[in-house]
């Protein structure tokens, strides 16, 4: 594959308006454009009297990643998954914790290109059961993630999308169709966060979680990165476990991590450990059964816990499993109450490893019609 065989595909999702320009509407920025100008995602573009998709075909890189650093913890725990994005993104976020590769302006760095069957073939080869749509935000190469997840369902390849759940209700179902587990990153549970921090509205991601739970079989945990003195509050996280309780019910895991440093946020100190173990044991207090610390060194957040009887089912060290106390068709070997889920008798021995995956030229890219 060359660079002239893969991006600027003609993809849909828009409409024209007054004054000659055009509308986006894969996401709620509607960006309006004239030709030759990109959205803020940066690879969706005008040219013509259409739009087309420039990062079709071409990733900032594949690895193979424990499943659990996506994360998913109820997920066919242990197993290793193909990992890939590409650039750009829908959002701001100030916090942003891989704007090297979310807020790219450089289409030339995506220098690993794969067509859809190529990485569903080099999954298998790799002994991967499954790929991941990661690193930045897969919403915005739609086509591609669909044309992507489309052969590897064809092939027995597993989808997962790790996303912010910024899009619009058509596209949603469309990005949705052929994914099979998801990580959705919730950044707050406040308004005025998500339109001062991140450029976006609250109320549209969790449209798409609640999209996820009712009208999918998709299976989906939740993620939030608490930043000090900025979404971490105890009422705030009141009223984000109250939701999820609410709409979703207490079996969706939540994950509560660890923030660093990064980006625009550079004066804003890293979460104490102590912040996410009290925003676990309070999001607990409030009915929820699975909720997680990451990216700090703790045991219990990273251990499953049978709600049923409160047996260790899954101890964890990082990525790495260290007990498995789970049953056939995850179900606790202490009482039997089954793990919300998907698990198999044993654990994958994946464990921490992170393994750079060089991608060769594949063919020509081509996406399916929009």
Same mark, same amino acid.
């Given at each position: 594959?060359?660079?002239?065989?893969? !991006? $600027?595909?003609?993809?849909?999702?828009?409409?024209?308006i007054e =004054?000659?320009?055009? +509308?986006? $509407?894969?996401?709620?920025?509607? %960006?309006?454009?004239?030709? =030759? +100008? /990109? =959205?803020?995602?940066?690879? /969706?573009?005008r040219k013509g009297d259409g739009m087309v998709l420039t990062s079709y075909g071409r990733s900032s890189g594949f690895c193979i990643d424990p499943i659990e650093k996506k994360p998913?913890?109820? &997920? &066919?725990?242990?197993?290793?998954?193909?990992?890939? !994005?590409?650039? =750009? %993104?829908?959002?701001?976020?100030?916090? %942003? +914790?891989?704007?090297d590769i979310s807020k790219s302006r450089d289409i030339d760095a995506l220098a690993a290109m794969a067509s859809p069957e190529k990485i569903a073939s080099t999954a298998l080869e790799l002994g991967c059961e499954q790929i991941a749509f990661? &690193?930045?935000? *897969?919403?915005i190469f739609l086509e591609y993630a669909r044309d992507t997840a489309a052969a590897c369902r064809e092939a027995g390849i597993r989808t997962v999308a790790v996303t912010a759940g910024y899009i619009c209700p058509e596209p949603r179902a469309q990005f949705f169709q052929f994914i099979d587990a998801t990580n959705i990153d919730l950044k707050a549970f406040d308004a005025a966060f998500y339109h001062r921090i991140c450029g976006g509205r609250l109320d549209a991601v969790l449209e798409t979680i609640?999209?996820?739970?009712?009208?999918?079989?998709?299976?989906?945990e939740l993620t939030t990165l608490l930043i000090p003195g900025h979404n971490d509050s105890e009422a705030e996280i009141a009223r984000l476990a109250e939701w999820v309780l609410t709409e979703l019910g207490p079996d969706v895991p939540l994950h509560f991590s660890a923030f660093? *440093?990064?980006?625009?946020? /550079?004066?804003? *100190?890293?979460?104490? *450990?102590?912040t996410l173990r009290r925003a676990r044991a309070q999001a607990m207090a409030a009915g929820l059964n699975y909720v997680y610390t990451g990216n700090v060194h703790d045991r219990d957040g990273d251990t499953t816990w049978c709600a049923a009887c409160g047996t260790a089912l899954i101890e964890r060290d990082w990525y790495d499993i260290t007990g498995w106390r789970l049953g056939h068709a995850g179900a606790c070997r202490r009482c039997g109450a089954r793990l919300p889920g998907h698990f198999r008798d044993q654990p994958g021995t994946w464990g921490r490893r992170r393994q750079f995956v060089p991608m060769p030229a594949a063919g020509r890219a081509t996406a399916a019609d929009p």
């Amino acid at each position: 594959m060359t660079d002239d065989a893969a !991006g $600027d595909v003609p993809v849909g999702f828009w409409h024209a308006i007054e =004054g000659g320009k055009i +509308q986006c $509407d894969l996401c709620p920025r509607y %960006c309006h454009l004239s030709d =030759g +100008q /990109r =959205g803020l995602c940066f690879v /969706r573009a005008r040219k013509g009297d259409g739009m087309v998709l420039t990062s079709y075909g071409r990733s900032s890189g594949f690895c193979i990643d424990p499943i659990e650093k996506k994360p998913l913890n109820h &997920y &066919y725990p242990g197993t290793p998954v193909l990992s890939f !994005g590409t650039a =750009g %993104c829908n959002l701001a976020c100030k916090f %942003c +914790q891989n704007w090297d590769i979310s807020k790219s302006r450089d289409i030339d760095a995506l220098a690993a290109m794969a067509s859809p069957e190529k990485i569903a073939s080099t999954a298998l080869e790799l002994g991967c059961e499954q790929i991941a749509f990661t &690193y930045n935000d *897969p919403v915005i190469f739609l086509e591609y993630a669909r044309d992507t997840a489309a052969a590897c369902r064809e092939a027995g390849i597993r989808t997962v999308a790790v996303t912010a759940g910024y899009i619009c209700p058509e596209p949603r179902a469309q990005f949705f169709q052929f994914i099979d587990a998801t990580n959705i990153d919730l950044k707050a549970f406040d308004a005025a966060f998500y339109h001062r921090i991140c450029g976006g509205r609250l109320d549209a991601v969790l449209e798409t979680i609640a999209y996820v739970h009712r009208e999918t079989d998709v299976w989906m945990e939740l993620t939030t990165l608490l930043i000090p003195g900025h979404n971490d509050s105890e009422a705030e996280i009141a009223r984000l476990a109250e939701w999820v309780l609410t709409e979703l019910g207490p079996d969706v895991p939540l994950h509560f991590s660890a923030f660093h *440093p990064d980006w625009k946020m /550079r004066d804003v *100190p890293p979460t104490p *450990p102590a912040t996410l173990r009290r925003a676990r044991a309070q999001a607990m207090a409030a009915g929820l059964n699975y909720v997680y610390t990451g990216n700090v060194h703790d045991r219990d957040g990273d251990t499953t816990w049978c709600a049923a009887c409160g047996t260790a089912l899954i101890e964890r060290d990082w990525y790495d499993i260290t007990g498995w106390r789970l049953g056939h068709a995850g179900a606790c070997r202490r009482c039997g109450a089954r793990l919300p889920g998907h698990f198999r008798d044993q654990p994958g021995t994946w464990g921490r490893r992170r393994q750079f995956v060089p991608m060769p030229a594949a063919g020509r890219a081509t996406a399916a019609d929009p």
